[in-house]
């Protein structure tokens, strides 16, 4: 056998090369590419954790705002049914219940008589509220109401005596202090103060459908404007009504019968109205009016069975003077001056 030349074994070499390079490569190739895929498939699963991982925070946050909804709406809705429970069984909390000496700042209405020993029944503290006495009464423990209250006198030749000033130290039933548009009503009573009601510094007050008894004075309007007295009933007390330093206001269409000492007396008021008023036998005079007291309407009363005058500009006063008018329609009996009476 001749040997080979290097050629022919340079070209065996070659196809062996060929063989291994069709089979080796590719598969060292795949198995490499494969680590490549998992090694970038591993942080897409780490994002699918954390994904996966803030779908189910949300999910439970979701869950704990869905709860604590639910409890929100279970809370809201069993108090809503211990309000309409406590509304059927008459307990209303919110309804203003009133006790002795209190500063109210709401409505109120009285459930309950009020027995106060002393001091002051009830306080407004608050403006455009409602004190509605319900048929109940604000009684006091005082020793109140069978005297006159404190006051100086004016004298003339007739021998009257007048109160032109008044002492207003004491309690009241219902004190108005430094307040807007408080109305008082309610078909009860008020008894046994110095003063039954105080309207002090204050306006648009109100006080209707009321008995006052056996107080010093029955209702005071002090330094106020705008009051008004109608519809009462005052027996028994030292002066049914006083106004004060008070203008623009209207006593009218009350029952003011047996008071101890006047009925109806304005001090230094002016531009009020008195009208319509029935008085009888409430001591000196049914109706006063001092020296300063200036432009009132006094009409349409039914005056008698007072001691020193049915009517009383001022004892005697021509009414010129300080400007009071009395209508042509007082029926009364008596007055100073004369020629008030129908």
Known sequence: MEPKSIAFYTAVAVSILAVL???????????????????QEQPEQEDNDVVTKQTDSESNEDVKDQTDSQEGESNSANSNDNAAASERLGLRPNSGIASCGQVVTQDVTLTSDLNCDNGDGLIVGASDITINLNGYSITSGDETGSESPTTTASGDETGSESPTTTDYDGSSGILVANAENVAISG????????????????????????????NDIGA????????????????????????????????????????????????GSSDNVVAANNMYGN???GIYLDPMSQGNNIDYNTVFGHETADLNNADGMPTNVNQNSFGDNNNCGTSLPGGLCR
């Open 21 to 39: 390079s069709a089979t080796t490569f590719p598969t060292m190739a795949q198995a490499q590419e494969t680590d490549t895929q998992e090694t």
């Open 187 to 214: 078909l009860g009573e008020i008894s046994g103060f110095s003063r039954g009601v105080t309207f002090l510094g204050s306006s648009g007050g109100h006080l209707t459908d009321v008995q006052l008894a056996n």
């Open 220 to 267: 005071v309007m002090a330094s106020s404007s705008g009051t008004e007295i109608s519809r009462n009933t005052f027996t028994n007390n030292g002066i049914a009504v006083v106004s004060d330093g008070s203008n623009g206001g209207v006593t009218a269409f009350n029952q003011i019968v047996a008071n101890l000492r006047e009925g109806i007396l304005l001090i």
């Open 283 to 285: 001591g000196a005079n």
